[in-house]
């Protein structure tokens, strides 16, 4: 399975990286009026908010011709946290369009938001 690829600099992401974990629940009211409630997954679905400030033109190419080759959201790859170094497998993009902003000469910043599906 591909990995999300490292900058040039070796560098997994610039900072600021959000995460977050999200839980599903489905809850069902019966006639009776009881009403009872499901955990949709048990580890939930976590997100990463990736990219950068100040990318330049060469991480930018790389991150786009990853996001291309993956297809938007249609193909999973591996994600090693920039934090701790821990391997989530099934990881895909969160978005199906490539956005970034030019701010300067070999100079860019991009958000890329990225999920774990369960």
């Known amino acids: 399975m591909p990995t999300f690829p490292l900058l040039a600099d070796g560098a997994k992401t ?8 999200t839980f599903r629940t489905l ?6 009026g009881e009403r009872y409630s499901y955990a949709e997954s048990a ?14 033109d060469a991480d ?3 991150l786009k011709a990853f996001f291309i080759a993956r297809r938007g959201s249609w193909e999973a790859f591996d994600l090693v946290d920039p934090r701790t170094g ?12 490539f956005d970034y902003q030019q701010l300067g000469p070999d100079e860019n910043r ?4 990225i999920k774990q599906v369960p």
């Open 86 to 97: 821990a391997t989530f497998t099934n990881c895909r993009f969160d978005q199906d369009s």
């Open 43 to 56: 580890t939930g679905t976590r997100y990463w908010t990736i990219g950068g400030p100040s990318l330049s």
């Open 27 to 32: 809850a069902v009211t019966v006639p009776s």
């Open 110 to 113: 991009i958000e890329i938001r």
């Open 60 to 62: 930018t190419s790389t």
């Open 14 to 21: 610039q900072f600021p990286l959000t995460e977050s974990i």
